[in-house]
């Protein structure tokens, strides 16, 4: 039997009609193991982080709390019969947990926020949310089991931004989760946390952007791992239809991606596309686990995006854009040939932690670019100046820029180059910088950032069978 491991976002559990919905999805799938993934209610996760840097002032952390208790007793009250069983079950658990977090933020004010108390503030709204869920598939008499994941994902200590040690994952999956999921004579949906997993010395940490549908995928990665049943899918429920060839801001009618392999989505997810996180993409590749985007309100609905090893390579699968970019040029007419110049560079990007996102060097090495976020612009160029060897030989120069994102194997032909840059030229948008690796299937343009919807607008115009054709 196919085993289905699906993804519910804050978004999906706001209200009973949303709850109706997950009741709806589970009718549909019910020939399917199913493993339910549940994300904190929408906003609940800042909200507990903005009580966690505010402690100091005791009225606002009480309206805080006040708050964070209200979201969810008002879940509570619509989808639970009052007075009901579980019902009083919910109501005990939240009062436990807030009474935990009390306790908690008591620690922080006492001695600091240390990066793993961010991490177990952040994980209480999963916890929350996830056991609401478990309780109204209960009450709705469709067996069901909670399981928190800082029992199951085991991390490294990167606190915040947490990376899966598989092995010991796959030994936990092997001992909590086959058993449930094998078992012949039981049908039950397990219903973990999202975006917690905890270190090897028990402390909880948080997977970073991205980290429920990170949750999703790492599950079902250790599933095939260590299971017996391979037929194995991930699918994240959300407000829209699946991936879109191009941001609508930038072209409101754009056409639904449908197929495209792990390679392009990962570009397609890195460079803009916040749906979804390419770290996610990194645990299913493997065992090429297919990945379903679905509209949350259209369970029915047949057109959603579908990431697997299959694609249609003729066509360009989407534009994404970096809005907020900035170029930073490295100049020395005096150290042509010298080596070691790039990794000086990137030595010094790295001690500040910043991160580089596209390189591109003149033949004689006179001079090199660099994209970075905008945000860490002065930072970057403090870093340069106050290294000593470049302070002495070099000059630099930085332009707040756009990049814009092209993907699909398409790019690689040398017509559909020219046709890309005919375009740009009937608007006049100048270039800066481009980048392609000889094997890669994006290319990245630098263009003047007031030109980005521009750019945007006449490439889709005249490349627009290409998209059309593909979806």
């Known amino acids: 039997m196919p085993i289905i491991v699906m993804k519910f976002g804050g978004s999906c559990l706001i209200d009973e009609n949303a709850f109706n919905k997950i009741l709806n999805i589970t009718r549909i799938y019910k020939n399917e193991k199913k493993i339910y993934v549940a994300s904190a209610l929408s906003g609940i996760t800042d909200l507990l982080l903005k ?21 969810h007793i008002d879940i509570i009250e619509q989808v639970f019969i009052e ?6 079950k919910v109501r005990d658990w939240v009062d436990n947990k807030l009474s935990e977090l009390e306790d908690t933020f008591a620690d922080i004010k006492e001695f600091g926020l240390e990066p793993y108390y961010k991490d177990y503030i952040m994980s209480f709204g999963e916890i929350l949310s996830t056991y609401i869920l478990n309780q109204y598939l209960l009450s709705n008499e469709i067996n069901s089991v909670f399981i928190p994941t800082n029992k199951l994902i085991i991390t490294n200590n990167e606190f915040n931004n947490a990376y899966p040690l598989y092995d010991l994952t796959n030994a936990r999956t092997k001992k909590f989760l086959i058993p449930l999921l ?28 991205g ?55 990962k570009h397609i997810a890195n460079f803009g ?31 959603f995006t579908e990431i697997s090893e299959l694609s249609d390579k003729q066509y360009i699968k989407g534009i994404s854009a970096v809005e907020y970019a900035t170029i930073v040029t490295v100049i020395s007419g005096s150290m042509v040939d010298v080596p070691g110049v790039l990794a000086k560079i990137f030595k010094a990007m790295s001690k500040n932690k910043i ?25 970057a160029i403090n870093a340069l100046e106050n290294e000593k060897y470049f302070s002495e ?41 481009i980048s392609q690796s000889h094997d890669e299937l994006n290319l990245s343009i630098v263009i003047v950032r007031d030109q980005l919807v521009d750019a945007i607008n006449i490439i889709h115009e005249d490349l627009y069978n290409e998209f ?4």
């Not at 916040?274 to 047949?302: G, M, T």
């Not at 017509?415 to 270039?431: G, H, S």
């Not at 059309?468 to 979806?471: I, L, T």
Request: a neutral charge; glycine letters at 4%; proline letters at 3%.
């Open 83 to 88: 007075e009901s069983e579980h019902s009083f």
């Open 182 to 209: 094998e078992n012949p004579n039981k049908d039950i949906i397990i219903c973990l946390t999202g975006f917690i997993g905890r270190n090897k010395i028990g402390y909880i940490t948080t997977l970073g952007r």
């Open 393 to 433: 030989f070099f000059h630099f120069k930085w332009e707040n820029v756009a990049v814009i994102n092209i993907t699909g194997l398409k790019i690689l032909e040398t017509k559909t180059k020219a046709e890309i840059f005919n375009a740009l030229d009937k608007k006049n948008i100048i270039v800066k910088a």
């Open 355 to 379: 991160s580089v996102s596209l390189v591109a060097q003149s033949s004689s090495e006179i001079s090199t670019s660099f994209i970075i976020k905008e945000d860490d612009r002065d930072k």
């Open 468 to 471: 059309e054709d593909s979806n």
């Open 273 to 303: 596309a916040k749906i979804l996180h390419p770290k996610c993409l990194e645990a299913i590749e493997k065992h090429k686990i297919p990945l379903e985007i679905r509209n949350f309100e259209k369970p029915l609905e047949q057109n």
């Open 51 to 71: 009580t966690a840097y505010s402690l100091e002032n005791d009225k606002d952390t009480d309206k805080n709390m006040a708050l964070i208790e209200k979201r």
């Open 211 to 265: 980290g429920s549908d990170y949750t999703a995928t790492i599950i079902a990665r250790s599933l095939y791992d260590v299971g017996n049943d391979k037929d194995i899918k991930v699918i994240l429920w959300k407000k829209v239809d699946g991936l879109l060839a191009i941001n609508p801001k930038y072209v409101p009618r754009s056409s639904l991606i449908k197929n495209l392999n792990y390679d392009e989505a």
